[in-house]
């Protein structure tokens, strides 16, 4: 409004003094008003194309995560279901066949646990040995 009227003096006055048109000068002041109005534009346009670009990034981020999660659950659904078949024949195995098979893995857990016993027991003997050799030679020669 203020800038409109000082825009019309200033052309009135240049008018007066040059000889040229005021619409010419008028047009001539309103033209770089237009192009800083445009540039303002442009710069907003610019900041909410930014803005857009930034959402749609994070859009995408939490669609990768839902999926990732939507996957997780079916891969559990899957294995509950998995139990669920595995727990339905337990269910209708006969005691006979219930006491076999706690016999069976029973015998198998009885195997591992005897294995590692032994392995264990070696693996003590190892240490042990290096434990007599690595004090004799820190008494020998640091002593």
Avoid: P
């Avoid at 803005?51 to 994070?58: A, D």
């Amino acid at each position: 409004m203020i800038t409109e009227f000082i825009i019309e003096v200033l052309s009135s006055l240049m008018s007066g003094l040059t000889g040229i048109s005021d619409t010419f000068i008028e047009l001539f002041f309103r033209k770089k008003q237009i192009l800083k109005e445009d540039k303002k534009k442009q710069e907003t346009l610019s900041k909410k194309l930014e803005k857009l670009t930034e959402n749609l990034h994070e859009t995408s981020v939490l669609m990768a995560e839902i999926e990732t999660e939507f996957q997780q659950q079916k891969e559990l659904a899957e294995k509950w279901s998995k139990e669920a078949e595995t727990s339905q024949i337990i269910a209708s195995m006969s005691e006979k066949e219930v006491e076999a098979v706690t016999k069976i893995f029973g015998g198998i857990l009885k195997e591992d646990e005897k294995k590692s016993s032994k392995k264990s027991w070696w693996w003590n003997l190892f240490f042990c040995i290096l434990g007599i050799i690595g004090g004799y030679l820190v008494s020998k020669y640091l002593l």
